[in-house]
């Protein structure tokens, strides 16, 4: 069983940043393909970025050039790296892990935390 544990959100202004972070236990996080989705108050979730086992990543052509997947090996964590923030990156993150490899469709992943709010201000 892994459990993943987000934090990091908050309230910021456009054009500002953030960093989420996402605690995993149970299990390493290199040996899972990681990943973010958010959702916005009415939408769908959606994919927002993720990182394989073997390090490739993979982003949102929305948040391409902005956001910044990453984990610390170490600390078992994944960070989402949010720069020039948008009012509409504004939602509840979600980290999620699979053992599967890396995908954009959340039900393919097996592991979720229990997200965390990010509003951005105009």
């Known amino acids: 069983q892994v459990q993943l544990v987000e934090s990091g959100g908050g309230l910021v202004q456009a054009g500002g940043s953030l960093r989420l972070s996402c605690a995993a236990s149970g299990r390493t996080v290199s040996s899972l393909s990681m990943g973010w989705f958010r959702q916005a108050p009415g939408k769908e979730r959606e994919f927002v970025a993720a990182?394989?086992?073997?390090?490739?990543?993979y982003y949102a052509d929305s948040v391409k050039g902005r956001f910044t997947i990453s984990r610390d090996n170490a600390k078992n964590t994944v960070y989402l790296q949010m720069n020039s923030l948008k009012p509409e990156d504004t939602g509840v993150y979600y980290c999620?892990?699979?053992?599967?490899?890396?995908?954009?469709?959340?039900?393919?992943?097996?592991?979720w935390g229990q997200g965390t709010q990010v509003t951005v201000s105009s």
């Open positions: 990182i394989r086992w073997s390090g490739a990543t």
């Open positions: 999620a892990a699979t053992v599967r490899s890396y995908s954009r469709v959340g039900t393919e992943y097996d592991y």
